[in-house]
């Protein structure tokens, strides 16, 4: 299918210096291939052309995008340009590690177009930051917050984490604090996820670490929500907050506005509206098939109509943009779901869409089962 | 004339019964290689699924021997397990040989043992035969010696096969008719007639299977069912080649089948004799006795708008199996539903099983429980099959439970984990021997409560597979037996109550109050879980209240898996039962008792 109009593009950089515990994302720490990367990706963006014509939002995400320096990343971007039409304001973020940033490398991305930068800050506190993983401590948290704003990134977003083995309370407090304090435009926090398979999956499985429970997670994400609006952010996604709607991340939103988006490099995942595709997670096959001329698409679905509607709602109840009534409605006990929702303080009504609350939020993934279901309770 | 053999085939799980049989059956080329499907004998689903026998199945197969003699060989397919062990009597009492099957690569097993004295009992004649030779891993050498030696067979006449690739299947066949007597009887003499199985059939009724052991019966003929005293008058009778095959008459040595406008099954009794109404009484056929069901459970349609539905799905299961018995039952929790018997564990899992398959039925089924006798302070004597049902124990005099002898047969090394596991279950005058060298066999009496949950699971556990378990009804004791109840949010859930020793109450409370924590989903509020005797409370849990549930990054490649997680729970959202405001899986109401105490 042909896409009129703009679309997103992710960009996929799979090499990270050092693998962090409780990642599960695509990459790998062997970086021998990391030279011959950009030619892969423009290779795969070559077969594109024929159905894409148009990117108003860029992401470089990973991985560590940060890998690349000034001069790749230029080349890359100018490829994308020479390609495709890419509009005066579009927004191309780049995410970064905080010991990465130097005046440098982000002059130069910022003469390549970089317009969007987001902080892998993750917390504040050293011995925090260790146990993540991280290869940067606080202070150079701080230090990178400062670098990029004083280069004249006005557009910054930063990524936190919580609920995990040995933050308190107070902890989680104290890095609002200082998140709020240094005023970036955008700010993720993310609550703990440890998935099976990772490092932390298995030290939770044996043991040596635990989880500091629901009632807790619970808390701490109802405090990030409350303290950060307080401090005038939209809460605007489950665990994304943005200074006014101008800082929204407009790239992210294509994910959870069902708008076309396309996915370059190894375990990307694309979509256009109807159908979503996904490439093959290992580098070595991703560039024996880019080199072959082929797609390295590893599977593809297309989506019905129920499909649609499920995901539809499941970013309804995560998003401020809320959900349409009909996409509500049309199931069994349609009428009296909207109604319950409503009684239960789940949603709110503006402008004829059912908008969650911060406790629809954090149900969110239970609402679009009971819509689809017909079910009236949670409990069900 | 054509001569007549007949036998079963008995083995331990997995050695190789349905597959042997499946071999014989291509033999003699009764089904086209078209209509051939594996297992031929196990026609439904669940057996397919579970690899195991529930109903009896005959085959008729005709066989030319090398010596160029035509025989009649009658396979009767049994059941496998202790809770269909009348049945499999009954099927053996119709056969004089069978085929003792051993796995090559495993040697005698428990069931092996546990079949060989069942056919001893039975005085059949016993044809060893070491199956799978095929297997790389086979060892013929020491699978005979076990014969010889754990078996006390003679391994010289040990037949060997693969009825995986057909050899020897032709050895089997020839030792079949050269070592397995002709079935003895008089043709002349008044019509006598084993019945081992009984069938449904939607146009004919119930189909008897049976073994004419004397004298003959054809169409025309009328016949009386000796223990029920009923009389029927002859429509068909005939053999299963896979399909029916009409015949003029059934003679004495013969198995088939006879259709005499018998409405249903019920009609019928397992191990009645067949007689013929106008000879003056022949004397019965020895073996019969009347099965009572011995595990009990309520059942309540998830819907409580399903009950006619369901009450019309039991009378068309009770068709085809007699040994179900049911009566109209209900529960303050669960609504109207029905109190039904089973012969045990196994039977009351197929029969929910097959209701939820093959007649649609979604039910709740309440926590097993056996019948207790009460005699009451007014002289009275009260059966009480269901704990909702206990008398007020001021007015309890005595109570009763019934009590079995289990009878266990193990290798030597499981001795203490099974005296273990018995005693834990109450066991009392234990006794053993050492049939062979290496082997024990253990008695036990026990109460039938302990043994109904999970007790043969257990046993299975603790000796790796090589337990078998058998036991018969022995009498009722007197014991202290008290009612504990379960309150989910101080509601108390009558279907949930159970009868307990005295002494085991507080710990089957707590395990129970533990099981239904596992198994009730959070809620968005706390939930007591409670135990009572009387109104006082002996153990408790609570499930806390769900707080969220949301899946914390939602990007590109998170997508497309998390709505397949979300299409999976709207599909598969488990069959609840709402108590109160609580929703209760369907699961757990059985669940509850499968404990992990011991």
Redesign the interface.
């Known amino acids: 299918m042909k896409i009129d109009g703009s679309a997103g593009l992710?960009i996929h950089i799979p090499f990270c210096k050092t693998k962090c515990p409780y990642c599960d994302?695509y990459s790998i720490t062997c970086h021998d291939s990391l030279t011959g990367y950009p030619d892969l990706l423009i290779g795969e963006m070559e077969m594109y052309r024929e159905r894409f014509s148009s990117f108003d939002t860029i992401y470089l995400g990973g991985g560590t995008p940060s890998l690349i320096g000034g001069e790749v990343l230029t080349r890359i971007l100018e490829k994308v340009r020479s390609s495709f039409h890419i509009p005066e304001r579009t927004e191309i973020t780049v995410e970064v590690n905080p010991d990465d940033v130097g005046p440098t490398l982000l002059d130069a991305w910022r003469r390549a177009g970089v317009n969007r930068i987001s902080l892998g800050i993750q917390s504040f506190d050293d011995r925090h930051l260790e146990f993540l993983g991280r290869r940067h401590d606080g202070s150079s948290s701080v230090a990178a917050i400062g670098m990029v704003s004083d280069t004249g990134f006005e557009n910054l977003g930063i990524d936190l984490i919580f609920g995990f083995h040995g933050q308190t309370m107070d902890d989680w407090r104290d890095a609002l604090e200082k998140a709020a304090g240094l005023r970036p435009s955008h700010i993720s926090c993310?609550?703990?996820?440890i998935e099976k398979g990772t490092p932390m999956g298995r030290m939770l499985k044996e043991g040596s670490i635990t989880s500091p429970g629901?009632?807790i997670?619970?808390d701490m994400?109802v405090l990030a929500s409350e303290f950060l609006i307080s401090r005038g952010y939209l809460h605007y996604e489950?665990?994304n907050f943005a200074l006014g709607e101008k800082n929204i991340s407009r790239h992210?939103s294509r994910?959870?506005n069902h708008t076309p988006?396309l996915?370059l490099g190894p375990?990307?995942?694309?979509?256009d509206g109807r159908s979503?595709w996904?490439n093959h997670r290992d580098l070595d096959l991703y560039s024996s098939m880019i080199l072959d001329g082929e797609l390295p698409v590893e599977g593809r679905?297309d989506l019905s109509e129920d499909?649609l509607r499920?995901?539809r709602l499941?970013?309804g109840f995560?998003t401020l943009r809320g959900n349409d009534f009909g996409d509500i409605q049309s199931g069994k006990n349609g009428g009296e779901l909207l109604e319950k929702l409503i009684a239960g303080a789940l949603v709110t009504v503006e402008n004829g869409r059912a908008i969650p609350t911060i406790r629809g939020?954090?149900?969110?993934?239970?609402l679009?089962?009971m819509v689809?279901?017909g079910?009236l309770?949670?409990?069900? | 004339m054509v001569r007549i053999k007949n036998f079963s085939i008995t083995a331990h799980i997995d050695h190789g019964k349905s597959t042997l049989a499946d071999r014989l059956i291509q033999h003699s080329h009764l089904v086209d290689e078209r209509r051939f499907k594996n297992q031929m004998l196990d026609t439904m689903d669940i057996e397919r699924e579970r690899g195991i026998t529930i109903k009896s199945q005959t085959v008729c197969l005709p066989y030319r021997s090398k010596a160029g003699e035509d025989f009649v060989l009658n396979l009767i397919d049994t059941p496998g397990h202790v809770d269909f062990s009348y049945e499999v009597s009954r099927a053996l009492a119709s056969c004089e040989g069978v085929l003792l099957l051993v796995d090559a690569s495993q040697g005698v097993e428990a069931q092996t043992m546990a079949n060989l004295y069942l056919a001893l009992e039975h005085d059949l004649t016993i044809i060893p035969v070491i199956n799978k030779i095929d297997l790389p891993s086979a060892d013929i050498e020491r699978a005979k010696e076990m014969i010889e030696v754990e078996l006390g067979l003679d391994s010289d006449k040990t037949i060997l096969c693969s009825a995986k690739t057909g050899q020897g299947v032709e050895d089997v066949l020839e030792a079949i008719v050269e070592q397995i007597p002709d079935p003895a009887g008089d043709p002349s003499a008044p019509l006598r007639a084993l019945i081992f199985d009984a069938q449904y059939d939607a146009f004919r009724g119930a189909i008897i299977s049976c073994r004419v052991v004397d004298g003959s019966v054809g169409p025309g003929d009328t016949i009386r069912l000796m223990s029920l005293g009923t009389t029927h008058k002859v429509e068909e009778v005939g053999v299963f080649k896979i399909d029916m095959e009409k015949r003029k008459r059934l003679s004495a040595g013969e198995v088939g089948y006879i259709i005499a406008g018998i409405k249903t099954v019920s009609d019928t009794r397992i191990g009645d004799t067949v007689v013929l109404d106008e000879d003056p009484m022949p004397p019965a056929l020895a073996g019969f006795k009347e099965v009572k069901p011995v595990v009990f459970s309520s059942i309540y349609p998830i819907d409580s708008d399903d009950n006619a539905a369901l009450a019309d799905a039991l009378e068309k299961y009770k068709l085809n199996d007699a040994s179900l018995s049911y009566q109209r039952d209900s529960s303050a929790a669960l609504g109207h539903g029905f109190r039904c018997g089973f012969l045990g564990m196994l039977h009351l899992e197929v029969f929910q099983e097959r209701l939820d398959r093959e007649f649609n039925q979604a039910i709740i089924m309440t926590a097993p429980s056996v019948e207790y006798k009460f005699i009451l302070a007014n002289g009275t004597e009260v059966e009480v099959d269901n704990p909702e049902y206990y008398p007020d124990p001021a007015m309890i005099v005595k109570a009763l439970e019934p009590y079995i002898k289990a009878t266990i047969m193990i290798p030597e090394k499981y001795m203490g984990a099974v005296m273990q596991l018995c005693l834990a279950r109450r066991g009392v005058n234990s006794h053993f021997h050492y049939p062979t060298a290496g082997r024990i066999e253990v008695f036990f009496e026990m109460p039938l409560a302990e043994v109904i949950h999970d007790f043969y699971d257990k046993l299975k556990t603790i000796t790796q597979g090589y337990g078998s378990f058998d036991y018969d009804l022995l009498d009722y004791r007197q014991d202290d037996l008290i009612k504990v109840d379960i309150l989910v949010n101080s509601e108390k859930v009558d279907a949930l109550s159970i009868i307990v020793h005295k002494e085991r109450a507080r710990t089957k409370a707590k395990l129970m109050c533990d099981r239904l924590r596992e198994e009730i989903?959070r809620?968005?509020f706390k939930i007591a879980i409670q135990a009572a005797v009387g109104g006082k409370i002996i153990a408790r849990s609570t499930i806390?209240a769900?707080?969220?549930?949301?899946?914390?990054?939602?990007?590109?490649?998170d997508?497309?898996r998390?709505?397949k997680l979300?299409?999976k729970?709207?599909k598969g959202?488990k069959r609840?039962k709402s108590v109160g405001?609580?929703?209760i899986p369907q699961d757990a109401f059985v669940a509850v008792l499968k404990t992990n105490e011991d």
């Open positions: 992710y994302f993310y609550q703990m996820t629901e009632d997670q619970h994400f489950v665990s992210n994910y959870w988006y996915g375990s990307a995942h694309s979509f979503r996904w679905e499909q499920l995901e499941y970013f995560r939020m954090l149900f969110a993934d239970r679009p089962v689809v279901s079910t309770s949670l409990d069900q | 989903p809620h968005m806390s769900m707080r969220k549930d949301v899946t914390a990054k939602c990007y590109g490649g997508i497309s998390k709505r979300l299409e729970q709207a959202k609840m405001r609580v929703m």
